[in-house]
């Protein structure tokens, strides 16, 4: 017999108890003279306070038990086991469940995250390009349409890619240095990146860029990781979510940064364009990046893509010595892009 | 008739009725554990942490004559989690997409319209996400085998909250500390503990003072600015150059901004605290009168405190931010007045079960 406390859960007044098992159950009598049974199956332990230790049961809300640690063997088998980081944990313990959970994570988020790579493929793209309609629509009629520069733009694309022909690529008069490619073959490139490029071969290697990005699907794959699985994680997830999320888009984001790097090279290869004027280009950019610090007009660019110096030795390093190339674009046709922001349509 | 059903909160040798007897040597095993499973279940455990987290806290927590209890299972708080994110995630969704696609096409007064609406409704759930959080709260904090709760599903506060604000907005801000206290009042009212309702009667008079001062701020620190701007220039200009005194004047404005948001953050950390005080000190319950300790100078130290314990541990201190929050709101509320245990009775307000599903789509902390 054991003596301890009772809340009942319908008063706050607090009873004095003696507890003794009785068959597979435990008789419960108060100061009263009042008697109860209580079935092991029904108690669940609360909490240690000091040498008490604290049961419920899982039928009435409120119901608490006291009693000492010291409880002699018989009533003591008949209490349930303490828990302590809930219930499937503390069954198989910690160690286990950190290791269990590392692992089944891991898996997750590597299925996960590498699912978008060979699922892109198989979006067809005209599922895409409406996608990206009516995402991206026609950023408000901002589109450069100057005489003369659509048609230098297209015959630039169409020297670095086959298919360029299905793209959609355009001047958006938005002032910032920068280039994108969206959802269903659409890439912009906004007004100053025009405006600060010194010859048309310095476009060429960015345009081939965001071509690659389109080509290799890197949009699609992107969207379905963001939106798809980065999304859940980082929603179920919280803010553990969100900051792995970040971590591992940003790492893809890397490696497609490259890869379209090293497409864009080889597509100014094929076409005969120097990657020098491109390395230039990067190495202006990151006079500013220095001068800087990142801060300051035109720097949008560094923001969402690698930085300069990086990029500038790979195009550097790509040009081959004592090579003739050719220029990307005539005098006119450069003028013309040049000048698509500030031109009247033909 | 048992003697002990008459207790007394007065003030007693220890001091207050509530004591936090935490360590938090106790605290650290529980903080790190909670870590680690949240890292290896990519955040799914985080609903686990905080009910093993709260645990503690409210065992730490006495009044009068026992420790509070929380019941609340991280289960439910998952479940009051993936109700919230079924019903709001969509619509967030949708109407995010659909304001992104109406801007780039040019569409601003439709988007506008929308966007306005959006928000005007993430504020009218802001407010429901708060009543809700407080009555699931105190709907799982047992004491002597009691709990808390409410009836009412918060609905019709988060217009009150919103209207209120409106009209707080309207008078440029002049209305807000009376929003601040009738919705205080409008929230605690609305909840009981055991058979008996929290009375909440707070007005706002003797608040305005302090919340005046708010306004004097940026006059003060535009004036702080131009004369540290002014002294600046100066000091540059004894190098000769005016890229000098341009460089002194840059420095000192940058130096009098950093004054000047010390200085708004202080003012209305003082605000708080008096709204704080005068708030609590107006709500009862059970015939037991609360009363808060805290002033400017004492939440000052807890968040500066907070600050400097996240800094010095690189960050390991993050895990001690709601233990020292709790700790401080237990150590500074008082309570005066006699509990009639005979009377206080189970309640018979519903358990809800959405949890703080809401209020954790709006990051809410632990009060």
Redesign the interface.
């Known amino acids: 017999m054991v003596e301890g406390w009772l809340y009942d859960g319908r008063s706050a007044v607090r009873r004095s108890v003696t507890v003794a098992a009785a068959g597979s159950s435990l008789r419960v009598e108060n100061d009263g003279g009042d008697s109860f049974e209580v079935f092991p199956a029904d108690l669940v332990h609360i909490e240690s306070r000091g040498d008490i230790e604290v049961y419920g049961r899982s039928d009435i809300p409120g119901w608490r038990l006291g009693l000492p640690n010291t409880a002699g063997q018989e009533v003591a088998a008949r209490l349930p086991a303490r828990q302590v980081y809930g219930g499937f944990i503390d069954r198989i313990g910690l160690p286990k469940a950190l290791a269990a959970g590392a692992l089944v994570s891991a898996l997750i988020l590597f299925v996960g995250y590498s699912s978008p790579a060979w699922l892109a493929p198989l979006v067809p793209m005209h599922v895409e390009k409406k996608i990206g309609n009516a995402l991206v629509g026609d950023f408000g009629g901002e589109y450069c349409v100057g005489a003369g520069g659509q048609e230098a733009l297209n015959k630039l694309a169409a020297r670095l890619s086959p298919r360029a022909g299905e793209l959609n690529i355009r001047v958006v008069n938005i002032k910032m240095v920068n280039a994108a490619a969206l959802p269903g073959g659409n890439i912009v490139i906004f007004r100053e990146l025009i405006s600060e490029a010194d010859g048309p071969d310095e476009v060429a290697g960015v345009l081939g860029h965001e071509i690659a990005h389109v080509e290799e699907r890197h949009v699609t794959e992107g969207m379905i990781r963001h939106l798809g699985f980065g999304m859940i994680v980082a929603l179920f997830g919280g803010s553990t979510g969100a900051n792995a999320d970040m971590l591992l888009a940003a790492g893809y984001s890397r490696g497609a940064e490259r890869e379209a790097d090293e497409r864009a090279i080889e597509a100014l290869k094929r076409a005969n364009i120097s990657p020098a004027a491109t390395a230039k280009f990067f190495e202006r950019l990151g006079e500013h990046e220095e001068k800087l610090g990142r801060i300051g007009d035109g720097l949008e660019y560094l923001s969402t893509h690698p930085m300069s110096q990086s990029r500038e030795k790979l195009f550097k390093d790509a040009e081959v010595k004592g090579a003739t190339y050719q220029p990307s674009l005539s005098r006119d046709e450069w003028e013309a892009l040049f000048s698509i922001c500030h031109n009247k349509p033909a | 008739m ?1 003697d ?2 008459e207790i007394s909160g007065a003030r007693d040798a220890s001091g207050s009725a509530f004591t936090f007897t935490g360590q938090w040597r106790e605290f650290l095993p529980i903080a790190l ?1 909670n870590l ?11 609903f ?1 942490a905080k009910a ?1 987290e709260r ?1 503690y806290l409210w ?1 730490r927590t006495r009044f009068i004559d ?2 509070l ?1 929380w ?1 609340g299972t ?2 439910e708080m998952f479940f009051g989690f993936l109700i919230v ?1 079924a019903v709001v ?1 969509p619509a967030l969704l949708v109407l995010n ?1 659909g304001l ?2 109406l ?4 569409e601003f007064l439709a988007a506008g319209v929308i966007g306005f609406a959006l928000y005007a409704g993430l504020f009218y759930l802001y407010h429901v996400a708060r009543f809700r959080a407080l009555r699931y709260q105190l709907s799982r904090t ?6 808390g709760g409410s009836d009412n599903p918060g609905w019709a506060y988060g217009l009150s909250g919103v209207w209120r604000f409106a009209v707080g907005f309207v008078t440029l801000g002049l209305l807000i500390p009376w929003a601040m206290t009738r919705l205080w009042n409008e929230r605690w009212g609305s909840m009981s503990f ?1 058979p008996h309702p929290f009375h909440a009667e707070a007005s706002s008079e003797g608040l305005m003072g302090r919340w005046l001062l708010i306004y004097l701020a940026p006059v003060l620190g535009v004036i702080l600015m131009g004369a540290l701007g002014f002294a600046g220039a100066a000091a540059g200009s004894v190098s000769g150059s005016e890229d000098g005194m341009a460089m002194g004047a840059v420095a000192a404005i940058f130096f009098g901004a950093i004054l000047f948001y010390v200085l708004l953050l202080i003012l209305s950390l003082s605000f708080y605290a008096l709204f704080y005080r005068h708030v609590v000190d107006a709500t009862s319950v059970a015939g037991v009168d609360l009363r808060f300790t805290a002033r400017t100078k004492d939440w000052l130290k807890l968040i500066l405190g907070n600050i400097a314990l996240v800094v010095v541990t690189l960050g390991v201190g993050l895990l001690f931010i709601s233990y020292r929050n709790w700790s401080f709101l237990v150590c500074h509320m008082e309570a005066a007045g006699v ?1 009639d ?2 009377v ?3 309640t018979t307000t519903r ?1 809800p079960t959405d949890a703080e599903g809401l209020a954790d789509a709006f990051d809410f902390g632990a009060i």
């Open positions: 048992n002990m059903s554990t680690a499973l949240t890292i290896v279940t990519l955040g799914i455990y985080r686990w093993r645990r065992s026992d420790t209890e019941t991280g289960k994110m995630v997409f992104e696609a801007i780039l096409r040019g047992f004491w002597h085998g009691i709990r055991g509990v245990l005979d206080l009775t189970q358990a």
